[in-house]
């Protein structure tokens, strides 16, 4: 899974960055990506608790607790 540069870039000018490197756009992204992956694994646990093999929006609302 990767997330498309242009849409980082953005998100860091965005933010506030002016001037944006190619290394930071790919190190963001692959940032982006291991906590997208650390909160989907939290997330399934919700489910897996709730009997669901279904992930559910709720199931990344509970982490918020």
Known sequence: M????AQV???????????VSKDAV???SQLMEDK???VTA???KFAKYAKRRTLKASD?????L
């Open 2 to 5: 990767t997330f498309a540069k």
């Open 36 to 38: 997208a992956l650390e």
């Open 60 to 64: 990344f609302e509970m982490m918020q």
């Open 9 to 19: 870039k953005r998100l860091i000018k965005k933010s506030g960055g002016k001037r």
């Open 42 to 44: 939290k997330a399934l």
């Open 26 to 28: 790919n190190t963001l």
